[in-house]
């Protein structure tokens, strides 16, 4: 059983993700004993497959032709079915990004097979890989073995940690698959753009995040003040957001941003699963909360049970000091 890491660029860049699942390739590449590799589709991505090619894999795919220059889900079903059908691998895995979920179901259906999505975890037993994925919005979750030729697998942001990817060094191949124009329905054009985000979550080291425990939005420079205490980037759970407290880009949770930053420090927030979904990946976190049965406790590593009146800025201050 081989393992093919599909990576994801945009417009010449990384998608960040691209590295959590090569980390994920290769933590059940040792498990299994098995080889992972890993391709990029596109054009004229010579340097991107060469930045690939410095972490430990047994090859690189560089999947290249003019009509993969602009995305679009005709072409790239076309070049990575081909790419596997020369590899056989047994598993291929990809990012959760909107792209794939354009067109990895197609992929998978090419091979009689369906796209396990958004997967939280993996393990192998038997020699078996096992996936785990969350239903009905992250309160259960559930076990998933497929069987029957090459599995098909996307994996959630922030379930696997990008600095835990190995560095090695690693030959790159270019693969050319067989497209023509008419195979394309789709005609590429300029990628949606929202307006400009004042803040990726996604990118953050440290994370301060309120919930409902704030009570009124005139209390929110009380934590304002302690995210800039710690040089954090401030977020909110739904509520704070459709309230209008806080701009809909600062929510993390199920509808909001997933994201894994080094720290991660709620305050007032209960713990709703919802929000959990979004936040789970962190390395570290810290919750503050007066009622000591929140079910944020459950996952935090560490935990304050008290007034966050009281404590965020006594906290606030005292890292202050610290930095001096």
């Known amino acids: ?61 560089s999947v290249e032709h003019d009509l993969l220059d602009s995305y679009t889900a005709d072409g790239y079903t076309a070049a990575i079915e081909q790419l596997i059908r020369k590899t056989e691998p047994k598993l291929v895995l990809f990012p959760h990004t909107y792209q794939v979920r354009d067109f990895a179901p197609k992929l998978a259906t090419r091979f009689g097979q369906v796209l396990v999505s958004d997967v939280i975890a993996a393990r192998v037993e038997a020699g078996a890989v ?24 996307s994996l959630q942001a922030g379930a696997w940690r990008a600095d835990a990817l190995e560095i090695g060094s690693s030959a790159v191949d270019v693969f050319t698959p067989t497209l023509d124009a008419a195979q394309i329905r789709q005609k590429p054009e300029a990628p949606f753009r929202e307006a400009a985000r004042a803040v990726d ?41 459709d309230a209008g407290w806080l701009p809909m880009e600062r929510q993390v949770g199920s509808s909001g941003q997933t994201v894994a930053p080094k720290m991660y420090i709620a305050v007032g927030i209960s713990g709703a699963i919802q929000h959990l979904v979004g936040m789970k990946g962190a390395k570290t976190i810290v919750a503050i909360n007066k009622d000591p049965n929140a079910p944020i406790f459950e996952v935090a590593d560490y935990g304050i049970v008290g007034d966050l009146f009281e404590i965020a800025p006594a906290l606030a201050a005292e890292v202050r000091r610290v930095k001096g």
Do not use: Y
Not at 30 to 57: F, S, W
Not at 133 to 149: I, P, T
Not at 210 to 236: M, S
């Open 130 to 153: 096992t996936l785990v994925r969350q239903f009905f919005q992250g309160k259960l979750n559930g076990d998933v073995r497929a069987s029957g030729g090459t599995i098909f697998a």
């Open 201 to 241: 979550l996604t990118a953050a080291e440290i994370i301060v995040s309120v919930g409902r425990g704030i009570k009124e939005q005139a209390n929110l420079p009380v934590v304002e003040d302690l995210a800039q205490a710690f040089g954090a980037e401030l977020a909110a759970s739904r509520p704070i957001c």
């Open 1 to 61: 059983m081989s393992i093919l890491a599909v990576l994801e660029q945009q417009g010449g860049q990384w998608h960040r993700m691209s590295w959590e699942t090569l980390a994920a390739a290769q933590q059940l590449g040792a498990a299994l004993g098995e080889p992972v590799e890993a391709a990029l589709a596109g054009k004229g991505i010579g340097a991107l497959t060469a930045d690939a090619a410095t972490k430990k894999l047994a090859k690189v795919w």
